[in-house]
């Protein structure tokens, strides 16, 4: 399907001469998706896409944002990801776009961005960092560490060193003893094992 947009956008012969910024718009979104079909998002071309369609089509550029933030997840760029979800998120809600808008939060949720940037913070001090507790959760659901990187857009290698750190901060020697003792100290909801 890229070598049919390619050649199109190649051979087509619009009226005005020259490929139009619609057509622009398609070819960045192709390539997009073809790396994104080969299993590495790339950013760039995302990137690319979102502003090829910034002439004026908004929900698509906004389709754009979500697989951008996506990739920009899996090259653990939060911040950047947390951005493109936030103005996908305003388009898609403007527009009424509600599977397009479920599927931002979906991801937000996943890797627990908040789309509201006034959100207050937690008040009280937590002995785990956000990342920390993320993974901690998935664990004491009895995911693997490849289950927990996959679900938080990060490496295996990463989640490793998540749960290194959380097991030194308990006194833990073992991931199930991590879990038991977060649990006995009231830092683990009871809830979060329930859902899994």
């Known amino acids: 399907m890229l070598d049919l947009a390619r050649k199109t956008a190649r051979d087509g012969t619009p009226r005005t001469g020259a490929l139009g910024p619609e057509g622009r718009g398609w070819l960045a979104r192709a390539e997009?998706?073809?790396?994104?079909?080969?299993?590495?998002?790339?950013?760039a071309l995302w990137s690319a896409a979102v502003e090829a369609f910034g002439y004026g089509a908004v929900y698509e550029q906004?389709?754009?944002?979500?697989?951008l933030a996506e990739a920009h997840l899996l090259a653990d760029d939060r911040a950047?990801?947390?951005?493109?979800?936030?103005?996908?998120?305003?388009?898609?809600?403007?527009?009424?776009?509600?599977?397009?808008?479920?599927?931002i939060r979906r991801i937000a949720r996943r890797a627990r961005i908040t789309l509201d940037p006034d959100a207050s913070p937690r008040e009280r001090i937590d002995l785990f960092t956000p990342r920390e507790r993320a993974v901690l959760a998935l664990v004491a659901?009895?995911?693997?560490?490849?289950?927990?990187?996959?679900?938080l857009f990060i490496s295996?290698?990463?989640?490793?060193?998540?749960?290194?750190?959380?097991?030194?901060?308990?006194?833990?020697?073992?991931?199930?003893?991590?879990?038991?003792?977060?649990?006995?100290?009231g830092l683990l909801d009871r809830t979060t094992h329930d859902e899994g």
Do not use: F
């Open 32 to 43: 997009a998706e073809h790396s994104r079909v080969l299993g590495a998002p790339d950013p």
């Open 62 to 67: 906004s389709l754009c944002r979500w697989r």
């Open 80 to 103: 950047s990801a947390a951005d493109e979800l936030r103005q996908a998120d305003a388009v898609a809600t403007t527009l009424g776009a509600k599977p397009l808008q479920d599927a």
């Open 141 to 151: 659901q009895g995911r693997t560490n490849r289950q927990v990187g996959d679900e």
């Open 156 to 185: 295996e290698k990463t989640v490793s060193v998540h749960l290194s750190r959380i097991m030194a901060k308990l006194g833990a020697t073992r991931r199930a003893e991590a879990v038991a003792v977060a649990y006995d100290r």
